[in-house]
């Protein structure tokens, strides 16, 4: 079984920065790869920055402010958040594409709130 475990988040000003960390550990895995979603509620979750063996993507609406970063491991992803927007405001969560062993396995961290408001 894996774990992700989530930290970072919290309250920033508009303008401002914020980082996120997720780490995976537990059973033998091989990531494929790994980045962050966020949700609002209400609304579906999205895709905000996901790095992996098939490049690094970034949602239209957070390019040139986010960036995504793994460690040579593959075990840790970083979501340096800047030039944050009320708009950046939401739930966020760890997601990993993993390989078990045995097959491909999406995994979902906990969550963690971010919030932008002076």
């Known amino acids: 079984q894996v774990q992700l475990v989530e930290s970072g988040g919290g309250l920033a000003q508009p303008g401002g920065s914020l980082r996120l960390s997720c780490a995976a550990s537990?059973?033998?895995?091989?990531?494929?790869?790994m980045g962050w979603y966020r949700q609002v509620p209400g609304q579906q979750r999205e895709m905000v920055a996901v790095?992996?063996?098939?490049?690094?993507d970034y949602a239209a609406s957070v390019n040139g402010r986010f960036a995504i970063s793994m460690n040579r491991a593959a075990t840790t992803v970083i979501l340096e958040m800047n030039s944050l927007k009320p708009e950046d405001t939401a739930v966020y969560y760890c997601?990993?594409?993993?390989?078990?062993?045995?097959?491909?396995?999406?995994?979902w961290g906990q969550g963690t709130q971010v919030t932008v408001s002076s």
């Open positions: 790095t992996g063996r098939r490049g690094t």
């Open positions: 537990g059973s033998r895995f091989e990531a494929n790869a």
């Open positions: 997601y990993a594409d993993l390989w078990t062993g045995y097959r491909d396995d999406v995994y």
